[in-house]
């Protein structure tokens, strides 16, 4: 079946521009998971929804960074007035049953987001 | 707090020798341990996992990794390197409590020379 999916691959964006990140986790799937991935670095996480519900989002570096589920299969994680620092590879991961810590995490291959 | 720390950014090995990745991590809590590859311009793979039972768990690719709750390790080996294994290596933990943060170390590049 397919795994997970992630569009753009690739986005430049101009300092100061809002950008949006999707995310098609695996049919079913209830667990969802964004991480920031900066060059040379593991990836850090940023936020988690089980179904539509935003459940942790203790590693949004700031209030510029919102990310939704509305129909709790595909999520979008938004920029807001992107930074130069926001340049990094954005992961996102699904995993099933719902809440389960210890679950497999099966990943997209990334937007990789350069804000000039 | 938690936290993930692999010793060594960088590890080269000749096709054939032992593969030894270390992870050590920090945890107030039982903790859940991961192993995952990343080739080039792929998503992470899930190498193996430690949840609970027995510490010595086997994955794939011919890797395995043993949890050692003494020495707060959970360190990746390999018998044999192949010219296929060179890829990042991250380790990670969650805890079973509390929120739904997994944490990752920085990773490590593994070189497999001929």
């Known amino acids: 079946g397919a795994g997970v999916s992630q569009s753009p691959r690739y986005k430049v964006a101009k300092r100061g521009q809002d950008v949006a990140l999707r995310c098609d986790p695996i049919?079913?799937?209830?667990?969802l998971f964004w991480y920031q991935q900066a060059l040379g670095q593991g990836p850090e996480f940023l936020t988690y929804f089980q179904n539509e519900a935003q459940l942790d989002k203790s590693g949004l570096p700031s209030d510029r960074f919102f990310a939704e589920r509305p129909e709790g299969s595909v999520s979008t994680l938004k920029i807001q007035r992107t930074q130069q620092e926001d340049s990094a590879v954005y992961l996102c991961?699904?995993?099933?049953?719902?809440?389960?810590?210890?679950?497999?995490?099966?990943f997209g291959p990334g937007t990789r987001l350069l804000v000039l | 707090a938690q936290s993930v720390t692999q010793l060594g950014s960088h590890v080269s090995v000749s096709e054939g020798a032992l593969v030894l990745l270390r992870c050590n991590y920090s945890?107030?809590?039982?903790?859940?341990l991961f192993w995952y590859v990343q080739y080039p311009n792929q998503g992470l793979q899930l190498l193996l996992k430690y949840t609970t039972g027995a510490t010595l768990v086997k994955g794939i690719n011919g890797f395995e990794a043993e949890f050692k709750k003494s020495e707060t390790s959970f360190h990746l080996t390999k018998p044999s390197a192949h010219m296929s294994d060179a890829a990042e290596y991250f380790c990670a933990v969650t805890l079973n409590t509390g929120g739904f943060k997994t944490i990752f170390g920085a990773g490590t590049r593994l070189f497999v020379k001929a």
């Open positions: 991961a699904s995993s099933s049953p719902a809440g389960s810590r210890q679950e497999t995490q099966y």
């Open positions: 945890s107030s809590v039982p903790p859940y």
């Open positions: 049919s079913g799937h209830v667990s």
